[in-house]
């Protein structure tokens, strides 16, 4: 009797490491850029989805581009010769990955791309509406102006999202002749923060008390600005980011900080909702049309100013 509820146990044991071993996954996790803290929050967020839903059994590799696009497509070249079950790509340029997407797709690897731009070669790219976000705080910025004053234009053109994002202010400002661009400046990605620093240090040095404005594609930048203002003692130049991280939303409700306005995405959430994809397409091998209402799904990302900040921290 012992001996069978022994045998009983055993293979009871082994049809749950069965199981275990059926839902077990090797993922590639290809970044972008690690040092943005967007693509942190991503990554947060598909990680407190993991514990939440008990995947110990899925196993994550991290590859960081540095800000290169070459090196984006060299990490998924390199994930796909793996064999990786899925590929997950954030916040990447992906124009310079077509033959690596390429080499995923003849691999059967589901690629899922956030704030990455919709790709052929890639199942879906969940991300926030980059022309609205910038609408939203680049008028926001401008009115608080009074229509009329002196700017500094902060881009970065090697990603999607940031290069909508200037390119919509750039079309708002035709709107605005009384508004002129004292200076613009493509961001070196892959030292955003330094570049940034030392950029807007030169502008002050040259533009001094004539800056009224400071437009930056994102918060780094944006905090960037706001620093090297207060150390010039400039504390009347209004300052714009986008992505609504933690600090920035802290810095907008300063009542005397130069940022006045951010916008909130929901990065966290972004992550989450990627987790769930590959759980239905991966595992539960759910048909991709079934399961994704777009090649590109956007979340609601909305407008933080000095009024409303405290209802974002």
């Not at 497509?73 to 079950?85: E, F, K, P, T």
């Not at 124009?95 to 691999?107: C, Y």
Request: glycine share 6%; proline share 3%.
């Amino acid at each position: 009797m012992k001996n069978r509820f022994a045998g009983m146990v055993a293979a009871c044991s082994l049809l749950a490491l069965s199981a275990g071993a059926a839902n077990a996954l090797e993922l590639a996790w290809v970044h972008a850029n690690a040092a943005a803290q967007s693509e942190s929050r991503v990554k947060a967020g598909f990680d407190a989805w993991l514990a939440e839903t008990g995947k110990t059994d899925w196993n994550v590799s991290l590859l960081d581009s540095g800000g290169s696009g070459e090196a984006t497509a060299s990490n998924i070249q390199d994930a796909a010769s793996r064999g990786v079950d899925a590929i997950v790509i954030t916040m990447a340029d992906l124009r310079a990955s077509r033959a690596a997407l390429d080499a995923a797709k003849a691999a059967n690897i589901p690629v899922f791309a956030v704030d990455s731009g919709y790709t052929e070669g890639v199942l879906v790219d969940i991300t926030t509406n980059n022309w609205a976000m910038s609408s939203d705080v680049s008028v926001y910025l401008l009115d608080q102006l009074g229509g009329k004053g002196n700017i500094i234009f902060l881009r970065m053109a090697e990603h999607h999202g940031t290069r909508k994002r200037g390119d919509v202010m750039e079309t708002v400002l035709k709107e605005y002749p009384d508004v002129k661009v004292l200076a613009e400046h493509n961001i070196d990605y892959t030292a955003f923060f330094e570049d940034t620093n030392k950029t807007m240090e030169d502008y002050v040095a040259r533009f001094g008390t004539e800056i009224n404005a400071v437009w930056a594609p994102w918060d780094e930048p944006a905090q960037a600005a706001v620093n090297v203002l207060n150390a010039a003692g400039l504390k009347d130049v209004k300052v714009i980011g986008i992505d609504g991280h933690p600090q920035a939303i802290a810095e907008v409700c300063k009542p005397d900080s130069q940022m006045i306005a951010t916008v909130s995405q929901p990065f966290e959430k972004m992550g989450a909702q990627v987790g769930e994809w590959i759980q239905e397409i991966v595992v539960d091998k759910k048909n991709p049309d079934d399961v994704l209402p777009a090649k590109t799904v956007y979340m609601d990302a909305p407008l933080v100013t000095k009024k409303n900040c405290k209802d974002f921290m």
